[in-house]
Nanobody, 124 residues
């Protein structure tokens, strides 16, 4: 099970930190990622990290603004989001993949466990 939190309402240029706590699964051997889904759009990859944190990968929209990290001792995944823009408004999901634990990029079909989502709204 994955439990995400940290979303909210923020002004353009603001920051948020999302967290995702894993329970009941082998977090330290899972590749982890953040996806997002805006209204009327498909769910898209935002950022991912391999199981030991040795590699990370970002969508172009996230590069230079978002930072993914993980604490395997605490079974927790993070996404630090800075310089938020209107286009970042979406429901953000954390995701895990045991099959692709060494990967830092995940496709939707690679994910074997999804979190429940947390809403991020960027508005003035």
């Amino acid at each position: 099970q994955l439990q995400a939190c940290g979303g909210g309402l923020v002004q353009p240029g603001g920051s948020l930190r999302l967290s995702c706590v894993a329970s009941g699964r082998p977090f330290s051997t899972d590749a982890m990622a953040w996806f997002r889904q805006a209204p009327g759009k498909e769910r898209e990859f935002v950022a991912g990290m391999s199981r030991r944190g040795s590699s990370e990968y970002y969508a172009d929209s996230a590069k230079g603004r978002f930072t993914i990290s993980r604490d395997n001792a605490a079974n927790t995944l993070y996404l630090q989001m800075n310089g938020l823009e209107f286009e970042d408004t979406a429901v953000y999901y954390c995701a895990a993949s045991q099959r692709y634990g060494r990967s830092s990029y995940l496709r939707n079909v690679d994910v074997d466990c999804w979190g429940q989502g947390t809403q991020v709204t960027v508005s003035s």
